[in-house]
Each structure stands twice: as C-alpha cells, then as structure tokens.
C-alpha cells in the first residue's frame, strides 16, 4: 500500500512537472517567434551575414576586376580604400543595398554595369571580410534583403 501510493505521488508529481515543462517551453516558444520578426529585419553586418566560401569568389573577382584602382587588398590607389576607417565612416548606418547600387552602376568604374547582381553580392562578402566583419554559414544573396542589412561601424 505504501509502495504503491508512494509510486502515485511520483507519477502525480512527475505528470504535473512535466505539464509546466511543456506550458513553459510553449511559452518560451511563442515569445522566441515574436522576438524574431523584428530581429529578421533589423540585422547589420557585425551579424554574420555572408560565408568565407563566399568571400573567398569576391576576392577572386576583386583581384580582377577592382584592385587595379583599389589596391592590394582593396586599401586605395587611384580609388579609394574599400577597407578601414575611411570607408567605414563613409558607409556605416547605410543599408548594404546602397552599397550594392553603388557597385552594381558604377563599377568597375572603367566597365560600369558590367557585373551581375551575383557578383555583386560576392564583392560586398570580401569587402566585409576586409573590413573585419564576421562571416558565418549562410551567403549573402541579392535581392530585396539588402535593404534590410544596415553597415556597421567597427
Ligand atoms: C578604373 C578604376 C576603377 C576600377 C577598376 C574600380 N573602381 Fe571602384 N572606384 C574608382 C574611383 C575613382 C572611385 C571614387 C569615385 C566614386 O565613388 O565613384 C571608386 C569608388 C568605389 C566605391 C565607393 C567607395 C566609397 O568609399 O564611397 C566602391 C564601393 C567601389 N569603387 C567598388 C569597386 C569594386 C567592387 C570594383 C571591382 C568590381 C571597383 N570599384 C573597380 C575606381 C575604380
């Protein structure tokens, strides 16, 4: 008799913390969606929000096709630096889309609009990774979503 209303009462308990574990965790859930819409739209370039695989195709371009006027590493010759405080303090608080147009009709300057919008966005990944951003696992992609990426300062 002992045993058995002992075993109830951790059955009981058992059932009963577990019902708050699953309130909680759906709790937990739905305030995890609603703080994610915002944060889906308000990210910035010190969120990783392109890959080094990535990166790495922007470099192979650059060294193409931009470092004859910017330089080594993109640090400024006849163009200006891509890279460092004087870029930054140019582009901070823009959403990379205006980068994106910036590069997409004007450069390079001797070829404007020559590049797709693919490439572009391979351009941005080295220039954020010369500026010191993080990279992570997902790539930058063109489109809509680059109004929604605002530039960091460092
Ligand atoms: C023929 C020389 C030349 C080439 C090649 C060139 N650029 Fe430029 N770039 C310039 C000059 C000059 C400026 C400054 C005038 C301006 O902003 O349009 C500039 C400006 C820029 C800016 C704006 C910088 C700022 O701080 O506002 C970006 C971004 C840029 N270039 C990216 C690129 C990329 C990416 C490539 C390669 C696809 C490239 N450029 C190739 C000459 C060049």
Not at 95 to 109: G, H
Not at 117 to 141: C, H, I, R, T
């Amino acid at each position: 008799m002992r045993s058995i209303l002992a075993s109830t009462i951790i059955v009981v308990s058992v059932g009963l913390f577990s019902t708050g574990l699953a309130h909680e965790s759906s709790s937990l859930a739905r305030e995890g969606t609603l703080d994610a819409a915002p944060q889906a739209s308000a990210k910035t370039t010190a969120d990783p929000v392109y890959s080094d695989e990535q990166s790495t195709r922007g470099q192979a371009l650059s060294d193409k096709l931009c470092s004859s006027c910017h330089g080594d590493k993109l640090a400024g010759d006849v163009g200006p630096p891509l890279q460092g405080p004087d870029f930054l303090s140019g582009w901070k608080s823009k959403p990379v889309a205006d980068l994106s147009e910036k590069i997409q009709t004007t450069m390079p300057q001797d070829a404007a609009g020559s590049l797709n919008p693919q490439q572009v966005v391979d351009l941005m990944a080295y220039l954020f990774k010369l500026n010191g951003f993080p990279a992570g696992s997902s790539e930058l992609a063109p489109g809509a979503g680059l109004a929604q990426i605002t530039i960091a300062s460092k």
